[in-house]
């Protein structure tokens, strides 16, 4: 009996200490462990590697062979008879490789960049007889004719429409002779496309947030470049409203939300580097404030890709090559000084630094098309360091 009770007494005395004991050993392992994760954001092994001509000239070789593969191909227009069945050359003499329209028109985007980047690039004269073979006034034409049919309205809409204004208003400045032609050549199809930013967007009540190609932040924010390369007054106007429509009243926007498993663009992110495009300045930084009053965890980190061999999974390595170009081009439109400037640069390096190894491999669900992310992100670093 005495035995039982000074059992009774050591659990009733003891217990609660033990219970408390093991409770800050705990916070002690969790703090220890966010210690060890903050010195490892910061660490030199983190660093992302220069974009060197060796590194452009891997890219552009896997979008050369890409642009020119005309299987496998994703066919998604809508059939209004026996007649417009047809291989993809056929309904695409212009952009017919890379599995699909929009990827095409992306790797065309990636090529021009280089050229202009890389001057001494070693597939410099493929690149320019391949996109001056498939660039051509008649093959736009064709794409042109395949745009006003019947039910196309929704063709590519509008991540494709954005990357085809990409492509023309990266042409649109450009002082190379051949650049000037590959313009001249590609506007009417891109006039075309901004008329249908004119059909859809007055019509479309709300925005579609999703980080997937529906995404309409995304396709207001290349079609904005494109008005001002282009030095389109009334449709860089009209981009702006609607911009402001759908997002100039967004508070406290829920990013630890994020990300669901085929995003390929950060919901929260994308619409703040649309409004950084509109706002001034000093209006994007109150606007931020409200927008993401603090930096969650969950955009702290790379999302994890844990299938790359899913065709749709691998959109996860995409997705942590868009979050760092936003959070670069976010942390230049923030004050220096400001904790968010820092969380958002030193996040930007993570992604960057997870995704880029994965740009180039076996898996042509992702080397398709990760290039052209991984350029544009490069873009973005590039304006920071210099």
């Known amino acids: 009996m005495s035995q039982i009770l000074f059992f009774i007494f050591l659990k009733k005395s ?24 903050n010195l490892i954001s910061q660490s030199p092994n983190l660093m992302i590697p220069p974009f060197t001509v060796e590194t452009a000239s ?36 212009a952009f017919y490789g890379c599995y699909d329209w929009h990827s095409s028109v992306q790797g065309h985007w990636l090529l021009v960049k280089l050229v202009q980047l890389f001057p001494d690039l070693p597939q410099r004269e493929q690149i320019i007889k391949t996109i001056d073979q498939n660039i051509t006034v008649k093959s736009i034409e064709a794409e042109l ?12 809409r509008p991540y494709g429409w954005a990357w085809l204004l990409k492509l023309t208003s990266e042409l649109a400045n450009s002082n190379d002779p051949i650049q000037q032609v590959w313009f001249k050549r590609l506007f009417p199809l891109a006039e075309t496309v901004k008329s249908l930013y004119y059909e859809y967007l007055p019509g479309l009540y709300y925005p579609v947030r999703r980080g997937v190609n529906e995404n309409t932040a995304f396709g207001i924010a290349f079609a904005l470049d494109y008005a001002r390369a282009v030095g389109d007054k009334t449709f860089e106007a ?3 409203e609607r911009a402001k429509f759908y997002y100039f009243n967004d508070r406290n926007i829920p990013a630890s939300w994020e990300p669901e498993g085929e995003d390929f663009l950060s919901p929260s992110l994308i619409e703040a580097d649309l409004m950084r495009r509109v706002l001034s300045r000093e209006e994007f930084v109150r606007w931020f404030k409200d927008f993401m009053p603090s930096f969650p965890y969950s955009l702290t980190y790379p999302a994890v890709v844990a299938d790359r061999e899913d065709p749709r999974g691998v959109n996860l390595d995409g997705l ?40 180039l491999s076996d898996n042509y669900g992702g080397t ?19």
Request: glycine share 2%; charged share 15%.
């Open 58 to 93: 891997k890219f552009s070789g896997q979008a050369l062979s890409c642009i020119t593969s005309e299987y496998p191909y994703k066919i998604s227009n809508v059939l209004n008879s026996d007649k417009d069945v047809a291989t993809p050359i056929q309904l695409h003499p």
């Open 320 to 359: 942590n090559l868009s979050r760092a170009w936003c959070m670069f081009e976010l942390a230049k439109a923030l004050p220096d000084d400001s904790q968010t400037h820092r969380d958002l640069w030193q996040a930007g390096y993570r992604h960057a630094a997870e995704a880029l190894p994965n740009v």
């Open 14 to 37: 003891l217990y609660p200490k033990f219970i408390s004991m093991v409770k800050k050993i705990v916070m002690l392992m969790a703090v220890s462990i966010f210690m060890v994760n």
């Open 238 to 240: 009209f981009l702006i």
């Open 368 to 386: 398709h098309w990760l290039a052209s992310y991984a350029v544009y992100m490069f873009m973005s670093l590039a304006d920071i360091q210099q």
């Open 145 to 156: 004719a395949f745009l006003k049919l019947q039910g196309r309205t929704a063709f590519e």
